[in-house]
């Protein structure tokens, strides 16, 4: 599926650069952080993907948000994720995994324990 920039909504511009599979959380069977940058205008970001199958058995919730972080955090990111061993393992129990699967007191995943958000914009296909 392809989404479009969030700042300059070109569609299918988004071009992923690395991401992390994390353990389940709160209202996350599945859950997921990439750095992405938009090959029109240049914006570079952090997506992150929570899917849930919480409810009946045929229901499914999918979250696919962008986040505007400060290029050091980005750059923080983007080290972390590619000093994971195995990105796509969310079992994995190396450093990256360990920092990156910060969660609230709900038990639930929040990229701003990670480092701050600037701006937070719901991914659109």
Known sequence: MSYLCPVCK????L????????PPAFFADEYSI??????????QG???CRESRWGSLDSESVSYFCHK???TDLERLFGLIRGCPEPSNRRCQCRSHEL???TDSMGAYDLALIVPVQQTFEMKS
Not at 34 to 43: D, P
């Open 69 to 71: 972080v400060a290029d």
């Open 15 to 22: 071009k992923c650069n690395c991401s992390i599979e994390l």
């Open 34 to 43: 990439a750095v992405v940058e938009c090959l029109s205008c240049r914006f």
């Open 10 to 13: 070109a569609d299918d511009s």
């Open 46 to 48: 952090v997506t992150t």
């Open 100 to 102: 990156l699967a910060k």
